[in-house]
């Protein structure tokens, strides 16, 4: 079964809005997950490492503003875009090391 | 130059074919390498792990060459059900345990 979901599996939004993404952790107590995103035709990209109680860290030319990661828990981390851009389309994907390098399904993003 | 680079592709074969994709990485220093394939608009799967010594799965052969900074991966009597986008990761492990990097994918397409 999954150990790992997201929500929402897409979204649509207006430019300028905030979308929240979250990624949950079904099997782990995860303290550490991982957020990636994937442009049309590319491949993942790290975007930031997120941990449970503290500071998320952000991969170079991640705006940590525009990113907002919160991990509240060990079974819950969030991705907020804020004041999304069309720029910003794309699918995001949430990852967590347990027995091996588990992917959520994603969330795909179109910012009209 | 991109720290994990792939053939570009794409590759189109027939049933029964054996392909072969490759892999080159520039950290030395790279622990861990893997091989996963993503279907369209899916999130990745673990398809297997690269050891030094080699190691085969099925139909699927990996190599690691740490000297020459190469992988390689090889799928023996193709069947329709492997077109996809196989993508070469890998881990630089140490203090960025758990944070893959990505090749940007070949694309494989298995026709009858």
């Known amino acids: 079964g999954a150990v790992v979901s997201q929500h929402p599996s897409w979204v649509i939004c207006k430019s300028g809005t905030s979308v929240k993404i979250e990624c949950r952790s079904l099997d782990f107590q995860a303290t550490t997950m991982f957020w990636y995103r994937q442009f049309p035709k590319q491949s993942l990209m790290l975007m930031a490492t997120?941990?449970?109680?503290?500071?998320?860290?952000?991969e170079q030319g991640v705006e940590k503003d525009k990113f907002l990661i919160n991990h509240a828990s060990l079974t819950l981390s969030t991705l907020t875009v804020t004041s999304a851009h069309p720029e910003d389309s794309s699918f995001y994907i949430c990852s967590l090391l347990g027995y091996e390098q588990y992917f959520g399904p994603g969330t795909r993003l179109t910012v009209t | 130059r991109k720290e994990v680079e792939q053939d570009p592709g794409p590759f189109n074969v027939p049933e029964g074919a054996t392909v072969a994709f490759n892999c080159t990485y520039s950290?030395?220093?790279?622990?861990?390498f893997f091989w996963y394939r993503q279907d369209c608009r899916k999130e990745p799967k673990l398809l297997m792990s690269v050891y030094s010594s080699g190691n085969e799965d099925g139909r699927f052969t990996a190599q690691l060459n740490r000297a020459s900074q190469y992988i390689s991966l090889l799928i023996r009597d193709s069947k329709l059900s492997d077109s996809a986008t196989y993508l070469c990761v890998v881990n630089a492990g140490g203090t960025s345990y758990g944070k893959l990097t990505f090749g940007q994918g070949t694309i494989l397409t298995v026709h009858p």
């Open positions: 997120s941990n449970e109680g503290s500071k998320a860290t952000y």
């Open positions: 950290n030395s220093a790279s622990q861990s």
